[in-house]
């Protein structure tokens, strides 16, 4: 039972941290504080793909010298990759969100996602 | 409102601990990620592309179009954020 | 908004180790292939450098990158990405396929030469677009 849970404490963890993007994207009112839960929702995700390329006693993914170890000496590089981009990518997507926000507040003078639904139903 | 998301995410938890019993556990030698296409990328990697990194040989030669397509989507995301706070409003006819 | 953010502890320390920063993102650009490092932690290095000296010394910056100028370099890192991709089949292989790029060596080291050829465009269009987002959302004239 122990050994159990030690192999699948890390996705309970990160499926917690999921779940606090979530509550935050649903509960808040405030545009800006859903942006940042969605980050949160984004770590979340960074830190699964990197758990499962983990293996017990491997190494970082990069041969010290040209001699070549066992398969199972070197961490798998897949997930690596992948979320070196990934990263990347969501802070740039970050940017546009901010600037999309930028919009909004300059339009309505408020953030508050109640009150700008209001000014929109007036408007029109 | 805040009490039924508390309830709906409290029962969602229990989704993900019920997905998370078909995955492999951390750091197991055998997962299916593990045993695909990684091992491919770790014995030839240097012998095909010549970088002893072998992230950046993935990264830039075996999926050289997919970071392509990442590059293009940073640059398209640089440029729509210039374009949205930039943008003046067309004045009213 | 318009104000320095720095003291002039802060701006001394800038002064001390944007240098280093910068050295230290090339760097990791050409020797992404022997250790960690790569491309994309190039370019934000070196835009994280340009973007800390706007931070501290505000409006009196002397030194840095305009938007217009930030834009320019990421699409021109983008540009080289796609070209070396090009040439690749102006040699007569697949897109993006670096083993028939005219360099002299055997094969790996040729792939490795085209490797770090896109990841110089990688740098320069990550580094250009931090720069150019971080520009507008503190909404400097210029």
Same mark, same amino acid.
Do not use: C, H, K, M
């Given at each position: 039972m122990l050994t159990t849970a030690t192999g699948y404490v890390n996705y309970w963890l990160i499926s917690i941290l999921m779940l606090v993007g979530f509550y935050g994207i649903i509960a808040t009112e405030n545009l800006l504080k859903k942006l940042m839960a969605l980050n949160v929702i984004s770590v979340a995700i960074i830190i699964f793909y990197l758990n499962l390329g983990q293996k017990a006693g491997s190494n970082v993914p990069?041969?010290?010298?040209e001699e070549l170890g066992t398969v199972?000496?070197?961490?798998?590089p897949l997930p690596h990759t992948l979320m070196l981009t990934a990263i990347v990518v969501g802070v740039a997507t970050t940017g546009v969100g901010l600037a999309l926000l930028y919009r909004i507040y300059n339009r309505y003078?408020?953030?508050?996602e109640t009150d700008v639904l209001k000014e929109m139903r007036s408007d029109s | 409102m805040k009490k039924v998301t508390i309830a709906v995410l409290f029962l969602l938890s229990f989704l993900f601990v019920f997905a998370s019993l078909d995955l492999a556990p951390t750091?197991? !030698?055998?997962s299916p990620p593990s045993t695909h296409v990684s091992p491919r990328y770790i014995e030839m990697g240097y012998k095909e592309?010549?970088? !002893?990194n072998m992230v950046t040989a993935v990264l830039a030669d075996y999926r050289g179009y997919d970071t392509l397509g990442e590059t293009t989507v940073i640059f398209t995301a640089g440029l729509a954020c210039l374009l949205i706070i930039e943008s003046r409003r067309k004045p009213k006819r | 908004m318009r104000q320095r953010y720095g003291s002039l502890i802060l701006d001394t320390t800038i002064r001390l180790l944007v240098p280093f920063y910068l050295i230290y993102g090339v760097y990791a650009l050409v020797h992404g292939h022997y250790s960690p490092g790569g491309g994309f932690q190039a370019g934000v290095v070196l835009g994280a450098s340009i973007i800390m000296v706007n931070m501290v010394q505000g @409006?009196? %910056?002397?030194?840095g990158v305009s938007k217009q100028t930030a834009v320019l370099v990421a699409s021109i890192g983008t540009f080289i990405y796609a070209g070396i991709g090009i040439a690749a089949m102006i040699w007569g292989?697949?897109? $993006? @396929?670096?083993? %028939? $790029?005219?360099?002299?060596?055997?094969e790996p080291e040729v792939r490795a030469l085209g490797t770090l050829g896109i990841e110089t465009g990688v740098t320069l269009g990550v580094a250009g677009t931090f720069i150019v987002i971080f520009n507008l959302l503190i909404g400097r004239e210029e």
């Open positions: 990069v041969l010290f010298g199972a000496a070197y961490a798998n003078g408020t953030l508050e | 750091s197991d !030698l055998n592309t010549g970088a !002893l | @409006d009196s %910056v002397t030194w292989g697949n897109y $993006l @396929d670096y083993g %028939v $790029l005219p360099f002299r060596g055997i």
